[in-house]
């Protein structure tokens, strides 16, 4: 299974995201996207996988989320996308995406969900 972490090294979470992933013996591909943006077409692969709401990708504090005008409720996802594309500081890391699900990890506790294995022994 690949692992792909959508990452920002001056956030906390993700970088604890980043060292609990590798704490249960997985290394990710680890991609900082605001040194490297994802595609539209990366985003679109991202998108096809998340479990939740593709609104939910974006971040609002600190971003030109507002001045978007990206509170609009009628945005369709291919928008958001192409916002986030054009602006990747609106990707709300850490992004954790499987071969199979993708889902942003706000609280780092979401991890779990999608990479069970990297869940604290009960």
């Known amino acids: 299974m690949t692992v792909t972490l959508y990452h920002n090294p001056a956030c906390g979470t993700s970088r604890n995201v980043l060292a609990m992933i590798r704490e249960a013996g997985i290394e990710p591909v680890v991609i900082e996207y605001i040194k490297n943006p994802p595609t539209r077409a990366d985003l679109d692969v991202l998108a096809s996988r998340l479990c ?8 609002q504090r600190g971003t030109p989320y507002a001045e978007l005008g990206l509170d ?10 192409d916002a986030i594309a054009a602006h990747p500081v609106l990707l709300n890391r850490p992004v954790v995406m499987t071969d199979t699900t993708a889902r942003p990890c706000r609280p780092k ?9 990297a869940a604290p022994p009960a």
């Open 109 to 117: 506790e979401v991890l779990f969900e999608i990479l069970p294995e």
């Open 72 to 81: 609009d409720p009628a945005l369709t996802d291919g928008q958001i996308l």
């Open 52 to 59: 939740v709401p593709v609104r939910e990708l974006l971040r």
